[in-house]
T-cell receptor, first 116, second 110 residues
Framework: DTAVSQTPKYLVTQMGNDKSIKCEQNLGHDTMYWYKQDSKKFLKIMFSYNNKELIINETVPNRFSPKSPDKAHLNLHINSLELGDSAVYFC???????????????FGPGTRLTVL | AQSVTQPDIHITVSEGASLELRCNYSYGATPYLFWYVQSPGQGLQLLLKYFSGDTLVQGIKGFEAEFKRSQSSFNLRKPSVHWSDAAEYFCAVNDYKLSFGAGTTVTVRA
């Protein structure tokens, strides 16, 4: 009964390929996120969806396209992979309370992407 | 814009000794602050959070943190460290998104 799950856990691919990472949460949360953790372990948000609507889109290349088919899923598709895309990608979810405190985010186990 | 600074990149502590990790934040309003831990090869787990009220916050695994508005700090402490506490620790501030510090690596020596 994993709260936030991601597949695959590891992804090794060649430059120029297209790949997807899937994320699912069973917490009933309305908001989901994608974070990138680089080789120095620095974490930075990429995207956020609230009720399937994109609400945060940081300065991420257009090659990255998130898709949220429903509240429980947020997938990340990456086109034309580059060496610099190698990182660990974390999915997270939270329940956002309007006008209330920003609740904690629950993180998935991460997907380690290696681009050769 | 909100930001978090963790001044210590790496801390080594002996098992059984106390641990304190520093976190300084920059935020205009009342900050929502979090400490997360990342064990090797794992995702992030929430240790504790501060929204308002009592400035001393208790978390899981015996951790606590103290919010000091005058110092813009939210330092994490544990009185007696166990070998399993070796991990990466992240402080974060949340507005509508989490902004993380660079992390502090904790090594525990026997």
């Amino acid at each position: 009964d994993t709260a936030v799950s991601q597949t695959p856990k590891y992804l090794v691919t060649q430059m120029g390929n297209d790949k997807s990472i899937k994320c699912e949460q069973n917490l009933g949360h309305d908001t989901m996120y994608w974070y990138k953790q680089d080789s120095k372990k620095f974490l930075k948000i990429m995207f956020s969806y609230n009720n399937k609507e994109l609400i945060i889109n940081e300065t991420v290349p257009n090659r990255f396209s998130p898709k949220s088919p429903d509240k429980a899923h947020l997938n990340l598709h990456i086109n034309s992979l580059e060496l610099g895309d190698s990182a660990v990608y974390f999915c997270a979810s939270s329940q956002v309370v309007a006008g209330g405190p920003h609740n904690e985010q629950f993180f998935g186990p991460g997907t380690r992407l290696t681009v050769l | 814009a909100q930001s978090v600074t963790q001044p210590d990149i790496h801390i080594t502590v002996s098992e059984g000794a106390s641990l304190e990790l520093r976190c300084n934040y920059s935020y205009g309003a009342t900050p929502y602050l979090f400490w997360y831990v990342q064990s090797p090869g794992q995702g992030l787990q929430l240790l504790l959070k501060y929204f308002s009220g009592d400035t001393l916050v208790q978390g899981i695994k015996g951790f606590e943190a103290e919010f000091k508005r005058s110092q813009s700090s939210f330092n994490l402490r544990k009185p007696s460290v166990h070998w399993s506490d070796a991990a990466e620790y992240f402080c974060a501030v949340n507005d509508y998104k989490l902004s993380f510090g660079a992390g502090t690596t904790v090594t525990v020596r026997a």
